[in-house]
């Protein structure tokens, strides 16, 4: 499977992509909003991309790879589809600080995996769980057509243990805006 943009395009994860994924969830600022349990060595990273499942309906996980420079830079995955619902949650995160700050890569691979999601998958409905304070995400995950729907407070921990309000977020079939 492979979905491509303008700016991005968004294919199956390969073994070799262990060391850069390894590279971005030990980065502080990716880290910094995820849920991460423990941390990662590069042999556990090696291992998971080795042995990961095959894409399904109910988990879609793909690279986000830079067009131009055929460059991982993040990865997204809709995951928990329930085809008798037709709903899905989305993940994603852009791993390579060249490619976080304003040049589209992130919105892109968003809208990429919505339309996958609403066309190909059939879905109604995608949701996702963003902190509160990432009001970056906040902002991109608006300027695509994901609304506001409700507050789970206290419910994320941060690197300091201090706690963080998860705003629920998502978009039905019709609101994606391109």
Not at 28 to 48: C, F, I, T, Y
Not at 117 to 141: D, K, T
Request: glycine share 8%; hydrophobic share 40%; aromatic share 8%.
């Amino acid at each position: 499977m492979l979905l491509e943009g303008e700016l991005v395009r968004l294919r199956a994860l390969e073994p070799e992509d262990a060391e850069r994924i390894h590279a971005f969830v030990t980065d502080p600022e990716v880290g910094r909003w995820m849920e991460n349990d423990h941390p990662l060595s590069l042999a556990q990273v090696r291992k998971r991309c080795e042995e990961r499942a095959v894409n399904t309906y109910e988990k879609v996980v793909l690279g986000i790879e830079a067009k131009a420079e055929r460059k991982l830079i993040g990865v997204i995955d809709l995951r928990d589809a329930e085809p008798e619902v037709g709903e899905a949650y989305l993940d994603v995160y852009i791993g390579d600080a060249e490619y976080r700050a304003g040049g589209g890569y992130g919105t892109e691979a968003l809208r990429l995996m919505c339309r996958y999601g609403f066309n190909n998958m059939r879905l109604h409905q995608v949701s996702l769980w963003v902190v509160a304070e990432n009001e970056v995400a906040r902002h991109v995950y608006r300027k695509i057509g994901f609304v506001e729907e409700g507050r789970h407070r206290e419910s994320f921990v941060g690197e300091n243990g201090e706690r963080h309000d998860m705003i629920l977020m998502s978009m039905l079939k019709g609101e994606l805006t391109w």
